[in-house]
Structures are given as C-alpha cells and as structure tokens.
C-alpha cells in the first residue's frame, strides 16, 4: 500500500475493537495496518505535522507507532499497560501524552521511545470516589486535552469521577470542581479561545469559558442526555457539534444503537442534524473531528467516514469499510 495521502485530502485512520484501518477520502474500502495482530486497539494520536506518523493504545501491549501513515505498526514502549487514551502535543515536537488504566498519565519526550510516570493521580482527593460502571474496581484516563499554545497545560477525564487539570506537565494536578463533568468522554479546545472548554460527557453536555473553573450546561433541544464526542468548526469557535444517544450500550454497539448528532450556533438552542443522516436514530454515536478548513467536520460511525462542509449542517459519506464494525475505539485524521 502507499503510504502517502493524497495531495489535498488526509488520509484516515479508524479503529476498531480488533484492528486499526487506513482510509481515504473517495476510494475504494480499507486497509489494515499490520503489526497489530491480536492487540486490541483502544486509542489513537496522529501527529500534529507529519502526515504519515501517528500512535496506537492497546489493551495491554502498550503504545504502538505507525511511521508510514498506519501501512504498518511497531510497538514502542509502556509494554503490558493498558493504554487507554494518547494525545500529542500540538506545541511542542515530539511530547506525547498516554492515559491507562487504572488512572495515570505518562509522558514522553521523544515520540514515545522512553516514558516517565507524572504525578500519582489517585493522590487527588476524589479519586476515592472515582469508579468505571462496568468494572467498578477500576478507573482510567478516559481523554487528554492539550492546551493549543502551553506545553505544559492539560486537562485529563477520568472515567468516571472527574475532571482534573495540570499547568506544570503533570507535576500537579488540580482536582474536579463542583458543577463540572464527572464522566467526560471528550474535551474540545478552539486555539482562538485556549480556555474554552467543550465537554461531551456520560452526563451530559458542559463548557467552561475559564479553562474548568466554572462550568455551565446549556441543554435546549438535545433530547438526550448521553454525549461521546465533541468537535468545534474550524473557523468558528461558536459552532458545536456533539455525538450523543439514550446510554451507554445505546452509543457504542452497531446494531443496537440509537446515535444522533446536534449542533449549536453561538449559545442558541442545539438543533437534531438529519441532512445526510439516519432520521430514526439507528447507528452509533460517532467519533467526531474538526477538519482543516471553516466549516469542515469529519465523523465515523459503523457505516463509514462522512464530511461536512458547511458546518455541520449536511453531511456526505466519503469512505467505506470492506464490512461493518461493531465498535470503533478511536479515529484520527493524519496531518497534510
């Protein structure tokens, strides 16, 4: 396979509960990257300038990297962790940030050759509190959200419990504050407001315009309370697009979801999209992302990858799979 994308569109990468898939934008099906027979995906990273290097989470072989735009994978470090959330700097070259089970974060300094373990993270006050539904016993960083111009500034979700921040790399943490999301599952930054904070969470919707002080939760017109993902429109920090459904089973597994995406114009109402999607709510909450462009977005979902060019409004399916996944785990756009 060429590894190279095309010259004006990103290539692709989704993954699902088994294999990590390359596609692009107006061909023909998908293709699997080799290397990671037998791992279980969890999560992916694409770097934020190189169009061909991104990084894979397992289940519990680790952090996985692909430098040929996911043609092929190779496993570089945290082995045996149970890696579930990865997120590379957008500041600095070659930072790299990954989340496990049970809750920590690490760092690394060199795309992810040699990692150090940040500040404990169950040193936080709530973390007694804090417990994943279908494992109780256990909690993981669930997402890691990087500050668009400090290096040093994140935001980690951990499900479930709470919602923590660190402006000095990890080496301290603030802990959640009362109004804020405990069960967030993605947090969306617009680098013209670096401290705006968009929040798709398990109970709820949640922003913050003073990076997690404070926190408000506008609900109109969303008729259901259950949130996967969220993305912001490229050229305007106002516009909102959020994935959601009735619950939890109902977000993630093909065939027995009722998944719809809203949208929200500069504080208005959130408004049921339906141009180009499913009007009886039937596929599973999609994984969201903003693309290059004012008014472009990209989501997955069981059927595909689709496009929006106008913000969100009217959507068109633009790459298939070769058969239908049950579960997708993470979709990023590589760089171009």
């Not at 809750?103 to 993270?121: F, I, K, N």
């Not at 500050?147 to 402006?167: N, Q």
């Not at 993605?186 to 798709?200: D, F, K, W």
């Not at 719809?260 to 114009?265: A, N």
Request: glycine share 12%; net charge negative; hydrophobic share 35%.
């Amino acid at each position: 396979m060429d590894p190279e994308p095309p010259a004006n569109e990103p290539a692709l990468l989704v993954a699902t509960d088994s294999r990590v898939l390359r596609l692009e934008p107006g061909g023909s099906g998908a293709v699997e990257g080799e290397g990671l027979e037998g791992q279980r995906p969890t999560c992916l990273a694409a770097a934020s300038g190189d169009p061909l290097r991104a990084w894979c989470g397992t289940v519990r072989g680790g952090v996985f990297r692909t430098d040929d735009g996911g043609a092929s994978w190779a496993p570089i470090g945290l082995d045996a962790k149970h890696i579930m959330s990865l997120a590379a700097s957008p500041v600095r070259d070659q930072l790299l940030w990954a989340g496990s089970e049970p809750s920590a974060l690490w760092r690394s300094d060199d795309d992810g050759t040699s990692w150090r373990q940040c500040r404990d993270l169950t040193e936080l006050a709530s973390s007694s509190e804090w417990a994943f539904p279908p494992r109780p016993e256990t909690h993981h960083v669930r997402w890691i959200a990087c500050h668009p111009f400090d290096a040093d500034r994140l935001w980690l979700a951990i499900e479930a419990g709470a919602l923590v921040t660190t402006g000095d790399g990890g080496a301290s943490w603030r802990d959640r504050v009362p109004g804020g999301p405990r069960d967030t599952h993605e947090l969306a930054i617009h680098p013209q407001r670096p401290m705006g904070l968009r929040v798709s969470a398990g109970d709820g919707y949640f922003e913050s315009d003073d990076g997690g002080s404070s926190w408000r939760t506008p609900t109109e017109g969303l008729e259901v309370g259950y949130l996967r993902s969220v993305a912001l429109d490229p050229g305007d920090p106002d516009t909102v697009l959020v994935s959601a459904s009735s619950g939890p089973r109902s977000a993630y597994v093909a065939g027995y979801a009722d998944g719809r995406l809203y949208r929200r114009e500069k504080g208005g109402a959130w408004e049921r999209v339906r141009a180009g999607w499913p009007d009886a709510p039937s596929t599973i909450a999609a994984l969201l992302r903003p693309g290059r462009r004012a008014g472009e977005f990209w989501a997955a979902d069981e059927r595909g990858v689709h496009r929006s060019d106008d913000g969100g409004r009217r959507w068109e399916r633009v790459a298939l799979y070769e058969e239908m996944p049950s579960h997708l785990r993470g979709f990023e756009l590589l760089a171009v």
